[in-house]
């Protein structure tokens, strides 16, 4: 009787991926907390950014997730399964490092599929999803090659075959990206958000750059302190953010956030205003809220244009307009925004208010 192929695990996509839950999760070191304590659902099949600042605990988060940390308190749950006390080798998990931790005595091939040798994965099964993943990832022309030999681009990819190559469904990204130029960068993320998509994976991916969260995501949870700040798709935390700390780490150049007076807007004492640099415009026609022209950027097709507002006109704004436009003329200008770009935060809580105050100040204008 003739033998049945085994499938091509390593480039057929996951029927069902599963979803990963934390349940009031929180990570201690000595006195020192590097987790507070949170719970959050990352959905089955989405591409998830842990994103954040340096030392707001997402890489911890992630080696959580992995099994290389042990959670002080709390539970992980992967497919429904508890997960929190087995160790990585059982999670049905794969992860990509920073470093790629590639073995430099190996060749690539031998890099691939190390992990299928430690599992005793049959040699027939380990050179049919070699013969795929490596297709798939343009490395079937270096598989001889030592990491030495290639780009770090390459070098990328070969970290990300071994991983694809085990067939797990769920895959951990930490920062795969630092070590790259601006150029590979930009490719790199084309690519692995197309391998995410082909493979249906459910993604977890660390980074601090907005822009690799904004461009790649499905869904993102930006972290400060150990704590989510805020949890949603990139469109929903870009147009409304929840905390000031939402609202000026995402965004270039960041959300302008003032006191609510110095825009002359009608709110409690304390209250933040915020103001997208693109939905501020220049009001030629003099109608508007006073400010100073105090400087500007040429960014090629954009100007960023500084202003200073408020009656002691130390409120500084910035404007993001076409180049094309040029430089408008000062130093005394008027600016206006529609009602709907204005953001108010409670002075008190942080949190973003539900409803802004009448549209009565100087620098509303009708939208559209």
């Not at 990352?42 to 707001?56: A, D, H």
């Not at 969260?213 to 147009?239: C, F, H, K, V, W």
């Not at 910035?318 to 180049?323: D, F, H, K, S, W």
């Given at each position: 009787m003739k033998q049945a192929t085994p499938p091509s695990l390593s480039v057929q996509p996951v029927a069902v991926a599963p979803g990963v839950v934390l349940h009031d999760l929180c990570k201690d070191y000595g006195t020192q907390r590097a987790i507070e304590t949170l719970g959050c659902?990352?959905?089955?099949?989405?591409?998830?950014?842990?994103?954040?600042?340096?030392?707001?605990?997402?890489s911890t988060l992630l080696?959580?997730?992995?099994?290389?940390?042990?959670?002080?308190?709390?539970?992980?749950?992967?497919?429904?399964?508890?997960?929190?006390?087995?160790?990585?080798?059982?999670?049905?998990?794969?992860?990509?490092?920073?470093?790629?931790?590639?073995?430099?005595?190996?060749?690539?091939?031998?890099?691939?599929?190390?992990?299928?040798?430690?599992?005793?994965t049959p040699k027939a099964e380990q050179a049919q999803r070699l013969d795929g993943v490596a297709r798939m990832m343009g490395l079937a022309a270096l598989l001889a090659r030592k990491p030495a030999q290639l780009s770090g681009g390459q070098q990328q990819r070969v970290a990300l075959a071994r991983a694809v190559i085990s067939g797990r469904p769920v895959l951990l990204m930490d920062e795969p990206l630092s070590n790259l130029d601006a150029k590979l960068r930009a490719e790199m993320r084309v690519e692995i958000r197309?391998?995410?998509?082909?493979?249906?994976?459910?993604?977890?991916?660390?980074?601090?750059?907005?822009?690799?969260?904004?461009?790649?995501?499905?869904?993102?949870?930006?972290?400060?302190?150990?704590?989510?700040?805020?949890?949603?798709?990139?469109?929903?935390?870009?147009?409304?953010?929840?905390?000031?700390?939402?609202?000026?780490?995402?965004g270039s150049p960041p959300m302008?956030?003032?006191?609510?007076?110095?825009?002359?807007?009608?709110?409690?004492?304390?209250?933040?205003?915020?103001?997208?640099?693109?939905?501020?415009?220049?009001?030629?026609?003099?109608?508007?809220?006073?400010?100073?022209?105090?400087?500007?950027?040429?960014?090629?097709?954009?100007?960023?244009?500084?202003?200073?507002?408020?009656?002691?006109?130390?409120?500084?704004?910035?404007?993001?307009?076409?180049?094309?436009?040029?430089?408008?003329?000062?130093?005394?200008?008027h600016i206006r925004w529609a009602p709907a770009a204005l953001h108010l935060f409670d002075p008190k809580s942080g949190r973003a208010l539900t409803a802004a105050p009448a549209a009565t100040a100087p620098g509303h204008r009708a939208a559209g």
């Open positions: 659902e990352i959905r089955g099949g989405e591409f998830t950014v842990l994103l954040g600042p340096s030392g707001c605990g997402k080696r959580m997730i992995a099994g290389f940390e042990t959670p002080t308190g709390g539970r992980i749950t992967l497919d429904g399964r508890d997960i929190t006390a087995l160790p990585s080798s059982q999670r049905n998990i794969a992860m990509v490092f920073q470093n790629y931790a590639l073995f430099p005595h190996l060749d690539v091939a031998d890099n691939i599929t190390f992990g299928l040798n430690v599992r005793r197309a391998l995410q998509r082909r493979l249906g994976l459910t993604l977890i991916y660390v980074t601090h750059d907005q822009v690799e969260a904004m461009t790649m995501a499905d869904r993102i949870i930006l972290l400060n302190a150990g704590q989510i700040e805020q949890s949603g798709t990139p469109e929903e935390i870009y147009s409304r953010p929840a905390t000031p700390f939402a609202a000026r780490f995402i302008n956030l003032v006191d609510a007076a110095d825009l002359r807007i009608a709110a409690p004492p304390g209250t933040i205003a915020g103001l997208r640099p693109e939905e501020i415009e220049i009001a030629d026609d003099g109608d508007g809220l006073p400010v100073r022209l105090t400087g500007h950027e040429y960014l090629g097709a954009d100007i960023l244009v500084s202003v200073m507002a408020g009656t002691a006109a130390t409120a500084r704004l910035i404007l993001r307009r076409p180049a094309r436009l040029g430089l408008p003329e000062g130093p005394e200008l």
